[in-house]
């Protein structure tokens, strides 16, 4: 039982060690670069701040609308190109009861991470003064000059969410301040699933396509991450994003 425990021990920390090499390798090339995630869920902004392309709360990186909410590209398209027009809107909010969390009506929006019934009181008054300064920090990162990515996560993606994607991304790449831009889409998939029509839809749009199945049937990535199998799907899709930002930087 001891050799065992301290085998484990071993892995744990030759795992920490390797997963903080890859981090700091990451920050370094890429510090100078804004990463701003559309969504359409918070699993690129986790991934992006995991693993060193985006800083994290504890380097004072605030989170934007779009980090840790649920937003599909029709409505992440429609927020934008209408400027978050009635997104904080009382009249356009309700409160999911059972699943003890709020919702845009207007937007199909889930704020998910905002939990419980105090965030639907007075008006929505807690949700609003959480959502509304990153509303207005994606505003400001709107208007940056510098290098900025925008990165954007589908899920079993068909052909409606695929132009919904591309629509977004040319809007932004469009809109954007940024002198330097990068527009990249993750696509991830359910295991054994195809590649639908990625290329046709996306690849000649100056938009970036990052593109990997689940590693197993019952995956979950927010649940199943830090397994050997979450881990190694991770890897490989930060070794595909860094391969898309290495040809961007050069």
Not at 46 to 59: E, M
Not at 206 to 225: F, L, M, R, T
Request: with cysteine; hydrophobic share 40%; glycine share 4%.
């Amino acid at each position: 039982m001891r050799e065992r425990s301290v085998s484990l021990l071993d892995q744990a920390f030759s795992r920490m060690i390797d997963e903080a090499k890859i981090r700091h390798d990451n920050f370094k090339h890429h510090a100078d670069w804004k990463y701003i995630s559309l969504g359409e869920d918070c699993f690129v902004r986790s991934l992006a701040t995991r693993w060193g392309f985006k800083k994290s709360a504890a380097l004072g990186a605030k989170s934007g609308p779009f980090d840790l909410a649920v937003h599909p590209p029709a409505a992440l398209l429609s927020i934008l190109q209408n400027d978050f027009d009635g997104y904080m809107d009382p009249s356009n909010l309700k409160y999911i009861g059972n699943m003890k969390y709020c919702m845009n009506t207007r937007y199909r929006s889930v704020f998910n991470h905002e939990v419980g019934p105090e965030y639907a009181e007075n008006d929505f008054e807690k949700l609003r003064n959480v959502i509304t300064p990153r509303v207005e920090r994606f505003r400001a990162d709107f208007e940056d000059d510098g290098k900025v990515c925008y990165i954007v996560r589908i899920h079993k993606a068909d052909d409606e969410k695929w132009h919904k994607t591309a629509e977004l991304l040319q809007f932004i790449r469009d809109k954007s301040a940024a002198r330097n831009l990068a527009l990249i889409c993750v696509s991830t998939r359910e295991h054994g699933a195809q590649h639908i029509c990625a290329p046709k839809v996306i690849g000649e749009s100056g938009i970036h396509v990052v593109e990997h199945a689940y590693p197993h049937e019952k995956y979950v990535w927010h649940v199943n991450n830090r397994s050997d199998a979450g881990l190694s799907f991770e890897r490989e899709v930060v070794r595909q994003l860094r391969a898309v930002m290495d040809r961007i930087a050069a």
